[in-house]
């Protein structure tokens, strides 16, 4: 009995050692830029919401929905259902508000703070050079404020409106006020209702009929004030026989007090559009103790209104402290197809609940779900989906995988998949697996000279290698490297 | 919000027949089993029914079930003869056999074993005296009523039901068969019958439970029950829910198993307009073994539900469940199954499947498998689909000169198959067979 366990504890201790190593390591995009923000008072009434809409100069008709969803909110309870724990918020102590103080204009990269040019150099998408090099058009929003977006100019010649939601709702009205809302309504849940009735800022695109669109559109988002709230709103609308790619990243810097990135993404595709939308998030997890790190609460959908259209979701989630959200989609064309392609990893003391919901309610609708979790450390990953077949949506086709890889014995992986069909033509297929990574397998590499560290490096990335295939090239060589940052060491 | 205050009514109902019975009780009230009860009446009014807001009933609304004037049947008054029962009998069985009306035991209909050796086939109620020992250790232990409504108020009103007892080391010669009748001829009635088996180490029994309803009114049978396999005991229960009419079904299956024990469990359902069956296992000793499978083929506008949960609580224990579904007409089918590993529950191996075909445009079906691990050393995998019969195999057996109807009948057949071939018992499994070839309109 002495013996085993000795050895089990040694073993543990190698464990414990090498998972400390990795612990220990610094969130590499925890600074703060020193900026001047202007800020909205903490708390939230009336008069903050009027304060906002105000400050971004909104037509009417914004300020109307804004205070109708903040009434919505007021009626509505926050939401306990889902798998984290978390202390409760205190909406009453963010400040809903915080923008860079110096007046920017934009369309001119020269003009932008220096030192907030430097941020964005530091955390590798210098702007000068995403434009020079990649061609990816950037919106850059730091806390609530859309800073820069480069390439619009070229993007305005095929008529494609690339620019930040206050943008939109001063440029474009009639397009916000058609679209915002009409995916995510105000009432559909306690965060959107928050986010309809504070949101800041966020992206806006439209790519007209028969385009499509000649190069990645790219956001960044980052909270930089403490003691904010992040409510980004964004809005893709893909008209008729339009095709956009569209990607988001994510990072913060590191602070001891939990901070609450709440946004909505909304994306419309028309018939034949297809919409492509890929995210990598690293928000600030917190410390390996759990202080710290962003509630990352948000919701986004999208909806195939079109015949034939497509809209897909890709996305790697390393950061966050706690990472709640199914993006999802409503397949309501006819011949539609919506796709989910995830990897979510969790160390130390993160929790994710993730997963997405596939509406099939046009005929031959196919969605098809690739989730792969991966928990290490004292972590919890749950994957929750949903898949429902409506009445009418004859020959309806989907397939999920889910799988789960654990690291540790402190961890979770948890599957919650709900399948809903009621139609006789359907076919639905789920399928989840939940393993550690073999000692055989182990083995096989190290005989081969590849060591412990490798090796799993080299299974994880085999593991997640379907989903990483979906980001474009630009963010696939990112999320590979912060894949291997959040991993490395965590041999189970 | 009607709805709301009626079903407070049945609530209500049960709090004032529960003060009946126990201002009747002359000094039982002070009773170590009376104690539990009163603290099941006290959650259960706490609970109330569960509406669809509970997870565990999202896709089961008992509402409009629990709105109608029940007679509340806690007394033995059952007078039906044997002819009526027929129906639930399976004599090909050879079997010991218990039968409950309205929860209650009617020694008339059972036959039990000539001489009571070691082994106790019984009724609970009368079990009280000789075997209070026994009762006492697992009365109440293994059913947890202090989430789930229908347990606390089966608790609640436990009176009697089937008692076997299984001392080590032995073998029952014959299977049991616990027959739950609601007797519903002349009102709506609800019957809560309470089973409680014990099985000690190394031991082996056989169980087969078929329920329904009697008569043209509505019988709710809300059955609890709890079984302990000890040490290296091998014990199968089988759920035969086939024979209904107008029957709505709450039954719970609660099993605690020690160490290397196996246990197996099949249910089909075949009949009955309202069915929730839970199965929870507890595998509470290494090595330990569950086989959970489930045929349901509900039709016309029949529901059924089945929950399963597998508690991994202690490491190297096995696992494995199917559950299949043929579901016509405007039914409506729920899977909700439930694989936890504990923290410690190293090497697990948890296996579980759910199949649904859709026969017709109006039915429908939810699946829900869960996995919910916190041990890394684990093996564990779930799938579930819903679709149509294989084209090609249609094809197949349509080019061999067999009628389309015919081709489909086979297909489902050989589908169902493989949950029926998982049972042990022979003369049930044949018995079977023949059942479900019967509703999917095989005639060879």
């Known amino acids: ?492 | 919000m009607k709805t709301t205050t009626e079903s407070t009514d049945l609530r209500s109902k049960f709090a004032a027949e529960f003060e009946v019975i126990e201002s009747g009780m002359n000094g039982g009230s002070k009773s170590h089993i009376h104690s539990i009860r009163r603290a099941a009446i006290e959650q259960f009014t706490v609970l109330g029914f569960p509406t669809i807001r509970n997870e565990e009933w999202k896709y089961t609304n008992v509402q409009s079930l629990v709105n109608r004037n029940y007679v509340l049947s806690f007394r033995h008054e059952a007078v039906l003869d044997r002819a009526a029962i027929e129906p639930f009998l399976l004599d090909s069985l050879n079997a010991y056999v218990l039968v409950f009306v309205n929860g209650f035991f009617c020694e008339t209909l059972s036959s039990l074993p000539a001489v009571q050796g070691k082994i106790v086939v019984g009724s609970l109620a009368a079990s009280q005296q000789a075997y209070g020992m026994v009762i006492r250790e697992h009365f109440a232990q293994h059913a947890d009523y202090s989430s789930d409504a229908f347990t606390a108020l089966n608790t609640a009103f436990a009176h009697d039901g089937a008692f076997v007892w299984v001392p080590d080391g032995q073998v029952l010669d014959r299977p049991v068969h616990i027959v739950s009748v609601a007797d519903a001829r002349s009102s709506d009635v609800f019957a809560q019958p309470r089973h409680l088996i014990v099985l000690g180490k190394n031991s082996q029994a056989r169980f087969v439970e078929t329920s329904g309803t009697v008569g043209e009114h509505m019988g709710f049978q809300n059955g609890a029950t709890e079984i302990y396999v000890g040490e290296d005991a091998v014990a199968e229960y089988y759920r035969v829910q086939d024979s209904g009419g107008q029957s709505a079904l709450v039954n719970t299956l609660n099993v605690h198993q020690e160490q290397s024990s196996t246990f197996t469990t099949v249910t089909a359902t075949l009949d009955g307009l309202f069915v929730r069956n839970n199965v929870n296992i507890l595998l509470n000793g290494e090595r330990a073994e569950a086989h959970l499978n489930g045929l349901y083929l509900p039709t016309a506008s029949q529901h059924v539900d089945n929950h399963t949960l597998v508690d991994h609580a202690k490491p190297n224990c096995n696992s494995n469940e199917l559950y299949k579904g043929v579901l016509d007409g405007n039914a409506t089918g729920v899977f909700n199954g439930k694989v936890l590993v504990r923290p410690d529950a190293q090497k697990t191996n948890a296996f579980q499947s759910n199949r649904n075909v859709l026969l017709s445009e109006t039915a429908s079906i939810n699946s829900k498998p869960q996995l919910e691990i916190f041990a890394d050393d684990v093996k564990c995998s779930h799938g579930a689909t819903i679709g149509q019969l294989d084209e090609e195999a249609l094809f197949y057996l349509r080019a061999r000169g067999l009628g389309e109807d015919r081709a489909k009948a086979l297909l489902l057949y050989a589908f169902a198959s493989d949950v029926l071939d998982t049972i042990a018992l022979a003369p049930l499994r044949e018995h079977l067979e023949i059942r479900v070839a019967q509703r999917l309109h095989k005639d060879f």
């Open chain 1, 1 to 492: 009995m002495n013996t085993t366990e000795e050895y089990t504890v040694d073993e543990k201790n190698g464990e414990i050692d090498i998972l400390d190593e990795v612990t220990s390591r610094e969130y590499q995009y925890g600074f703060v830029t020193d900026i001047e923000q202007e800020f909205a008072p903490k708390g939230l009434n009336e008069d903050i919401v009027r304060f906002i809409s105000a400050k971004k100069e909104e037509p009417e008709f914004m300020l109307n929905w804004r205070l109708k969803a903040y009434r919505h909110w007021l009626t509505m309870k926050e939401p306990h259902w889902q798998n984290v724990q978390y202390a409760p918020i205190d909406f009453q102590d963010l400040h809903y508000y915080a923008a860079p103080k110096k007046k920017i204009t934009l369309n001119n990269l020269d003009e932008v703070d220096p030192e907030l040019r430097a941020t964005f150099e530091k955390l590798g998408i210098s702007l000068d050079e995403q434009k020079r090099l990649t061609g990816v058009a950037v919106d850059a929003v730091l806390d609530s404020v859309s800073v820069a977006t480069t390439f619009k100019s070229k993007l305005a010649e095929k008529g494609i409106i690339f620019c930040s939601m206050s943008e939109a709702v001063k440029n474009h009205p009639e397009l916000v006020e058609k679209y915002i809302g009409s995916v995510v309504p105000y009432t559909d849940n306690f965060y959107a209702a928050l986010n309809s009735a504070v949101f800041s800022d966020g992206s806006f695109v439209y790519i007209p009929k028969g385009v499509r669109c000649p190069m990645e559109l790219s956001t960044y988002f980052r909270i930089n004030a403490s003691n904010t709230g992040q409510f980004e709103r964004t809005l893709i609308i893909a008209d008729e026989d339009s095709y956009v790619s569209y990607l988001e990243g994510c990072t913060a810097p590191m602070r001891d007090e939990h901070q609450l990135h709440a946004a909505v993404v909304e994306i419309v595709a028309h018939t034949n559009a297809e919409v492509k939308y890929s995210t990598v998030q690293n928000w600030y997890p917190g410390d390996k103790d759990g202080r710290g790190g962003i509630y990352n609460f948000v919701t986004k959908r999208g909806i195939c209104s079109g015949n034939n259209s497509k809209i897909s979701w890709t996305q790697v989630e390393t950061g966050s402290a706690i990472t709640w959200k199914y993006p999802s989609v409503i397949l309501k064309g006819d011949n539609s197809i919506g796709e989910f392609y995830s990897v979510a990893v969790t160390n130390n003391a993160q929790q994710a609940d993730t997963g997405t919901k596939m509406i099939h309610i046009g005929k031959n609708t196919r969605s098809r779900i690739v989730s792969k979790g991966i928990s290490a450390g004292k972590s919890q990953n749950s994957y929750r989906g949903l898949v429902r077949i409506g009445k009418r949506a004859d020959n309806a086709r989907n397939f999920s995988q889910c799988d789960s890889l654990l690291m540790g014995d402190k961890c979770g992986a948890h599957t919650f998949p709900y399948l809903e069909a009621s139609n006789k033509t359907a076919t639905v297929e789920h399928e989840a697996t939940t393993s550690k990574i073999g000692e055989d397998i182990l083995f096989y590499c190290n005989q081969r000279g590849i060591s412990t560290e490798e090796a799993v490096a080299l299974i994880v990335n085999g593991y997640c290698k379907e989903v990483m295939n979906q980001l474009p090239m630009e963010f696939a060589v990112e999320a590979q490297k912060l894949l291997a940052v959040s991993l490395e060491g965590s041999v189970g």
